[in-house]
């Protein structure tokens, strides 16, 4: 009888010294999931107002959360005023750096072409009620884990 236990106090040992030695193991790999990089609007401003168009002065903060630097790629955009389709293209355009748990400011005058226009997105500028959204389609590089692709829908009210 006394051989059984020893020999299951034995078993215990081994199998929680293989438990803690496989958590130490695996906690690099672990390290870092389910982060992402945060996109926080700061202001949407009437920048120019022209006979053809509008412009728009839209500032975000990207927010790279990784131990590593990470390239924006690509950073599409579509903008909405309460909910009108009013322009689209691309947000940045050359590859844009951010470094290692770091928050880089980025701007983009958007222009309105006067056909986009329309009577609604005019009195909500002129009365300035409603938002202002965009959407951003982004694609960002690590050395570790490639080229990842994520989408953010940032508002904003009309001021």
Do not use: H
């Amino acid at each position: 009888m006394e051989r059984i236990g020893k020999s299951t106090y034995l078993n215990w040992k081994v199998l929680i010294f293989s438990f803690a030695l496989l958590t130490l193991a695996c906690a690099p790999l672990l390290k870092g999931k389910g982060k992402t990089i945060t996109v926080t609007p700061l202001s949407c401003q009437l920048a120019s107002i022209e006979l053809k168009k509008i412009d728009f002065l839209y500032e975000i903060n990207v927010t790279n959360p990784f131990d590593e630097d990470i390239t924006i790629a690509e950073m599409a955009y579509q903008f909405y005023i309460n909910d009108e389709l009013v322009s689209e293209g691309d947000f940045i355009e050359r590859p844009t750096n951010v470094r290692a748990n770091f928050t880089r400011k980025l701007q983009k005058f958007i222009p309105v072409a006067e056909e986009k226009q329309s009577e609604s997105v005019k009195k909500a500028i002129r009365e300035r009620k409603g938002y202002y959204t965009l959407n951003l389609k982004m694609a960002y590089k690590t050395a570790t884990k490639g080229t990842l692709e994520t989408e953010r829908v940032l508002k904003l009210k009309i001021q």
